[in-house]
């Protein structure tokens, strides 16, 4: 059922406030992909007329240091650059022989084996395929760096929802990336089964979102995951969410944990320090069901203000599920926001230890 349009309380005055506390949302489902928030507004708005306010996010920066990774693994391995991707920059670099050193853009990989590596660009972004992008067969629990799935096509195991595919046109590291086609609102993304998760594990991908971006509010998620959560059964888990502001705000941005289950909706925001700004950006996640944590890293950055650990059997304002159903990485608006939002997805990793944005 579409529910009638209320206004948002989203003001200017908010936005160097990021929220300790949950706060009550309106349904922002697939169903209902032009939903009303609720009378608490979402992710910076005050929730059941209680004030909620804390200290603003710092988001440090991070500097590529030349020689800090690009240690290429095997044959053709050469690692890929990617610049401001926190805790030090792998170089772009190609393999060379023996012990040899490679080179590329700024700075070079150290080669360990032997055989040619892929070239690097004026960006400092590796073309040496899936071991530049660390997606070699085994080294994490699920890994997609798109460079072998056909342009327009999503990769084998996932399916396809909405405008998707790989493209050509834009990507972090290597040829190919997740493209994701302007639309006024809905989902555009790919799903895979999410039993190889278990009950707690780490994630990572690198998006970019091309300018100018609608001139409006909206709510727009970039990875979830579904499941059942400990008190309020099927519920989607938005780990990379991201808020809009309102018209007039450019391309400013906060991020969000936010929950979706069939008797509500709940979440805790950022501050509105965040922009979509055409450059490749890193994001992390950080699940684990047992005690009931959230983190969330922004170019390699923890965001304390959206990250928690409430402890065992401590559920208000998490949920997070002790097994998860399906992963979901691509983009969804839940507002309408014409034209739209074009963007890239590229990296997609997830593993049962921290990967991190090197």
Same mark, same amino acid.
């Given at each position: ?39 608490? *507004? ?24 030349? @020689? ?54 004026? #960006? ?9 992008? *660390? ?41 190919? &990336? ?41 709510? &727009? ?26 018209? @007039? #705000? ?13 008797? @509500?909706?709940? @979440? ?41 650990? #409430? ?46 944005? #090197?």
């Amino acid at each position: 059922m579409l529910l009638a349009p209320k206004p948002h309380l989203h003001f200017p005055l908010m936005l160097a406030l990021s929220f300790a506390a949950p706060f009550a949302l309106g349904a922002c489902s697939d169903a209902e992909p032009l939903p009303s928030e609720g009378t608490g *507004g979402l992710a910076g708005s005050a929730g059941s007329g209680a004030t909620q306010q804390a200290g603003t996010t710092t988001v440090g920066s991070s500097t590529a240091t030349a @020689g800090s990774g690009g240690m290429a693994g095997g044959a053709g391995a050469a690692a890929s650059g990617h610049s401001g991707a926190g805790g030090g920059v792998e170089s772009g670099g190609s393999a060379g022989s023996l012990g040899g050193a490679g080179s590329a853009g700024a700075t070079g990989g150290t080669a360990t084996t032997g055989g040619g590596g892929g070239s690097g660009n004026a #960006n400092g972004n590796g073309n040496g395929g899936s071991e530049a992008l *660390g997606c070699a067969a085994g080294k994490y629990l699920l890994c997609e760096d798109f460079e072998t799935t056909a342009v327009g096509e999503v990769p084998a195991g996932w399916t396809k929802q909405g405008s998707a595919g790989v493209t050509e046109a834009s990507a972090a590291g290597g040829k190919r &990336s997740l493209a994701i086609t302007a639309a006024a609102n809905g989902s555009r993304r790919m799903r895979h089964p999410g039993a190889i998760l278990g009950s707690q594990h780490w994630g990572r991908i690198r998006y970019k979102v091309q300018l100018p971006v609608p001139d409006a509010f909206v709510h &727009s998620t970039l990875v979830a995951l579904q499941g059942n959560g400990p008190t309020r059964g099927a519920e989607e888990v938005r780990v990379v969410d991201t808020v809009k502001n309102s018209s @007039g #705000n450019g391309s400013k941005h906060q991020f969000l944990y936010n929950v979706q289950a069939s008797n @509500g909706e709940f @979440g805790k925001g950022s501050s509105y320090d965040y922009s979509f700004d055409g450059a490749w950006h890193c994001a992390e996640w950080h699940l684990d069901a047992a005690t009931q944590t959230y983190e969330f890293f922004f170019e390699g950055t923890r965001l304390n203000s959206i990250s928690f650990t #409430n402890g065992a059997g401590k559920y208000t304002g998490s949920e997070i599920p002790t097994s998860i159903e399906e992963i979901r990485v691509g983009w969804n608006n839940y507002q309408s926001a014409p034209p739209g939002f074009t963007a890239w997805i590229d990296d997609v990793a997830l593993d049962l230890a921290r990967i991190g944005c #090197n």
